[in-house]
RNA sequence: UAGCAAGGGGGCUCUAUCGCUGCAUACUUUUAGUAUGAAGAGGAAAGUCCGAGCAAUAUAGAGCACCGUUCUUUUUAAUUGAAAGAUCUUCGUGAGAGGAUAGUAGCGCAGAAGAAAAUAACCGCCAUUGGCUCAUCAUCGGUGGUAAGGGUGAGAAGGUGGUGUAAGAGACCACCAGCGUAGGUAGUGAUAUCGACGGCUGUGUGCCUAACGGAUUGCAAGACCAUGUAAACCAGUGUUUAAGGGCUGCUCGCCUAAGCUGGAGGGUAGGUUGCUAAAGAGUAGAGGUGACUCUACUAUUAGAUAGAUGAUAGAGAAUCUUUUUUAGAUUACAGGACUCGGCUUAUACCCCUUGCUUUUUU
RNA sequence: GGUCCGUUCGUCUAACGGUUAGGACGCAAGAUUUUCAUUCUUGUAAUAGGGGUUCGAUUCCCCUACGGACUA
């Protein structure tokens, strides 16, 4: 039987307080071309077990002058988000049942040409499953040091 | 037909699926969520070059200083915008386009070049005198007259021709160019034009003068709520002195102690509001050369807050290329952040009106 | 978002609207030295781009581009 996926990203998903921003620039990053990936995994402080995500994107000046641009290129990056973010969710949450995460990821545009939605696709796919590698990792390892 | 000039208008459309933003309604309801509905970026939203609304702070008042504007008239809420004109000037065959222009009573300055950059005598010209010479010419020096000539320069003592003279000179005359004075005519006016009178006549720039205008900071302004708590701050009362402080840079001038009573803040991170109906838009009519004004009618939720308009698929439209009916390519500049008006800059392509030039054809 | 400032040789800088835009370091050539360095001489090279005002702009005015500061 196959879920009815729900594709929506509402504002619940979007990263937007200041200091969880300046902790998410000082840690470990990824590299994929067109993108940098920059994540920050924590333990959860809400009272129900579930896994949250915070998604941010940004397209620097040096990229292009023209706003017009930028903006699209942050859309085509929420979009791919959207539609492909089931690969991440979907397998965190049956692995981690019983544990409370937040995992902020910031997407960041390097290239400095305007790449192809597809291969924005492919490599956003990509990120998507590395992340959940290193999402399960963690986990392992906070279970057995818990216990 | 081609190439141009001026002005004006438009700025790709539709469908399906998955999404984003706030709004309204209904349901569930602790926050909030779900469903449905209708709506959701421009001509420049940009630059921030001007102006205004709005808000806070300051302000007894006056003078000076400082800053801005500057041909005329009209227009606008608006001191730099707009329209219609005036004079001069540059570009263009032309339709046209760009630029400059308050006043000169007084004072200052003008590199290099040039004799001289303004009550001009360096060279030259003329007269006279001294030396040299027997004497004259020539030549050297003194005194005086003289703006006709002198390679420069952005600018050279109004120009041309005569009279006149020792040589010359607006010294005088004729014509021409400008200026001033008091007038006539046309115009609301800048100004144009007409004759009269006056020999009045270099260029640029700054100071200066005149008229008009100007408090400062900006929605991250500010207001409220919650959080939260040092005795700075505010209000009232009150009395003495003016050192110090404040009030626009200065001057005059004005205000201001402590104490007592009452109220409540700063910093940090938030929320609500400010925040979208307006000096608005469209249509029609009237007035005006025009900018614009007046009247009537009509319709009208963009309001985000790391910042909403996207992605995919299909169909059509326009232009271009190849080719002859398909195929391919292209569809600009560019994204609200309190609001409005103007200016400036960017802009594929299409349409309309008026006008100019050249060639060809009829 | 708002308010402002700046742009000069390869680098750091100077300039009253007026001579061929000056100086230091660097670079190149030559001299000195057995050679290198030091030192000396000579040279190279710039007003961000485009208009305007002016007889004449690095300078004054306007537009564009780029860079920077302050402001929660």
């Given at each position: 039987m196959e879920k009815i996926r729900s594709y929506r990203f509402g504002k619940d998903e979007k990263l937007c307080n200041v200091n969880d921003i300046a902790a998410l620039f000082k840690d470990e990053h990824i590299f994929t071309f067109p993108f940098k990936v920059v994540y920050n995994i924590t333990d959860n402080d809400s009272e129900q077990n579930c896994v949250k995500i915070k998604v941010l994107c940004s397209v620097g000046k040096r990229y292009s002058k023209s706003a017009v641009k930028r903006n699209l290129i942050k859309r085509r990056i929420r979009e791919s988000y959207r539609l492909n973010k089931h690969l991440l969710i979907e397998p965190l949450e049956e692995i981690?049942?019983?544990?409370?995460?937040?995992?902020?990821?910031?997407?960041?545009?390097?290239?400095?040409?305007?790449?192809e939605y597809e291969t924005q696709q492919k490599s956003m796919r990509k990120i998507?499953?590395?992340?959940?590698?290193?999402?399960?990792?963690?986990?392992d390892i906070s279970t057995t040091t818990a216990d």
């Open positions: 981690a049942v019983n544990k409370k995460i937040t995992i902020n990821i910031g997407f960041i545009y390097i290239s400095k040409k305007e790449e998507l499953q590395k992340l959940y590698n290193i999402a399960a990792k963690s986990c």
